[in-house]
């Protein structure tokens, strides 16, 4: 039997309506009573440093999801709570399993390896496949997916002295959530394969880091602060579908000089006479603040997304959880 189709997706009155355990929604300012431009994304487990589970996994899925189709929304400001941004999975959790009778840790094999879908990852694809672009504000210590989380963000910003590791090769396991993908991209592979290769755990302002923080700040609360002002900025001057087409020509473009011109030749004349070009130029000679209106997909291109896209599949369970929700 064919499954229904899934119905569509409503955004939320408020954000603050969402059933979140471990992941907070807050407009900026706090005190507005209707979803503002800037939404702020806190990780809410300060007393397990926010330790990744599962649940925020979930709640960070079904955010994005919301966020993606919300015209109210234009620019998403990803923190912590705390002293920590994240400090990596749960181990306490636990990923492999409880302990058997003799203290060792069990190995669950409650599916097969091909079946598997990483929950880093799955957050970090919510994060790259929403139009609507992050500012992490990395405001204290991020190890593992902690910091792979982020790197799919547009912007990162970092308390100086913030501990940031990819500890993978001294937990026994490898890069995860679309890291191996996005951090050489941000880097170079010569740092990439330094800070895996050692696993080792080094400031935010460390020279290993390069430029994947766009700007390193002299207190916990200057970052925030700096990531809020930033989101400001993008919120009130660019247009979403601008913003989101280029980062996608960055990430899926051709492999080449002529077949990037080719490409990108096509894109402009498809958004020439597009509201939002329109309304970047009145606004421009107006002199006037611009208001962009526009939204993906409805205003791309007709033949947007170019790229063949790839099925990942989707579990049973997490379909009938979150239809349960809609």
């Given at each position: 039997m064919?499954?229904?189709?899934?119905?569509?997706?409503?955004?939320?009155?408020?954000?603050?309506?969402l059933?979140?355990?471990?992941?907070?929604?807050?407009n900026?300012?706090?005190?507005?009573?209707?979803?503002?431009?800037?939404?702020?994304?806190?990780?809410?487990?300060?007393?397990?440093?926010?330790?990744?589970?599962?649940?925020?996994?979930?709640?960070?899925?079904?955010?994005?999801?919301l966020?993606?189709?919300?015209?109210r929304?234009?620019v998403?400001?990803?923190?912590?709570a705390?002293?920590?941004?994240?400090?990596?999975?749960?181990?306490?959790?636990?990923?492999?399993?409880?302990?058997?009778?003799?203290?060792?840790?069990?190995?669950?094999?409650?599916?097969?390896?091909?079946?598997?879908?990483?929950g880093?990852?799955?957050?970090?694809?919510?994060?790259?496949?929403?139009?609507k672009?992050?500012?992490?504000?990395?405001?204290g210590?991020?190890?593992?997916?902690?910091?792979?989380?982020?790197?799919?963000?547009?912007?990162?910003?970092?308390?100086?002295?913030?501990?940031?590791?990819?500890?993978?090769?001294?937990r026994?396991?490898?890069?995860?959530a679309?890291?191996?993908?996005?951090?050489?991209?941000?880097?170079?592979?010569?740092?990439?394969?330094?800070?895996?290769?050692?696993?080792?755990v080094y400031?935010?302002?460390?020279?290993l880091f390069?430029?994947?923080?766009?700007e390193t700040?002299s207190?916990?609360?200057?970052?925030?602060?700096?990531?809020?002002?930033?989101?400001?900025?993008?919120?009130?001057?660019?247009?979403?579908?601008?913003?989101?087409?280029?980062?996608?020509?960055?990430?899926?473009?051709?492999?080449s000089?002529?077949?990037?011109?080719?490409?990108?030749?096509?894109i402009?004349?498809?958004?020439?006479?597009?509201?939002?070009?329109?309304?970047?130029?009145?606004?421009?000679?107006?002199?006037r603040?611009?208001?962009?209106t526009?939204?993906?997909?409805?205003?791309?291109?007709?033949?947007y997304?170019?790229?063949?896209?790839?099925?990942?599949?989707?579990?049973e369970?997490?379909?009938?959880?979150?239809?349960?929700?809609?």
């Open positions: 064919p499954r229904e189709p899934r119905p569509p997706l409503k955004v939320p009155e408020s954000y603050s309506s059933p979140l355990e471990h992941v907070k929604v807050s900026v300012p706090a005190s507005s009573p209707t979803v503002t431009p800037v939404i702020l994304v806190t990780l809410n487990r300060p007393q397990k440093h926010n330790a990744f589970t599962d649940l925020m996994r979930e709640n960070l899925e079904r955010v994005y999801e966020v993606d189709i919300d015209p929304v234009k998403v400001v990803l923190t912590g705390g002293r920590s941004f994240c400090a990596g999975a749960d181990l306490e959790i636990g990923f492999l399993g409880a302990k058997d009778e003799n203290g060792h840790i069990r190995r669950p094999k409650t599916e097969r390896d091909v079946d598997h879908r990483d880093g990852g799955r957050v970090s694809l919510a994060i790259h496949h929403c139009s672009p992050t500012i992490a504000a990395i405001q210590a991020a190890v593992g997916v902690g910091i792979t989380m982020s790197l799919p963000a547009c912007i990162r910003v970092a308390y100086a002295k913030a501990k940031v590791g990819f500890v993978f090769s001294r026994g396991i490898i890069m995860e679309c890291s191996s993908y996005f951090l050489p991209r941000l880097i170079g592979h010569s740092r990439a394969l330094h800070l895996t290769t050692t696993g080792s400031p935010a302002d460390h020279p390069g430029s994947l923080f766009s700040c207190s916990p609360e200057a970052t925030l602060t700096r990531a809020l002002e930033l989101a400001d900025e993008i919120a009130k001057n660019t247009s979403t579908v601008s913003t989101k087409l280029m980062r996608e020509l960055m990430y899926r473009g051709p492999d000089a002529e077949g990037t011109h080719l490409l990108d030749s096509r402009l004349h498809g958004l020439f006479g597009s509201k939002d070009n329109l309304e970047g130029v009145e606004s421009f000679l107006q002199k603040p611009v208001n962009f526009g939204q993906v997909p409805q205003d791309t291109p007709d033949w997304p170019w790229w063949q896209q790839v099925d990942i599949g989707e579990k369970g997490d379909i009938r959880e979150r239809e349960s929700k809609l």
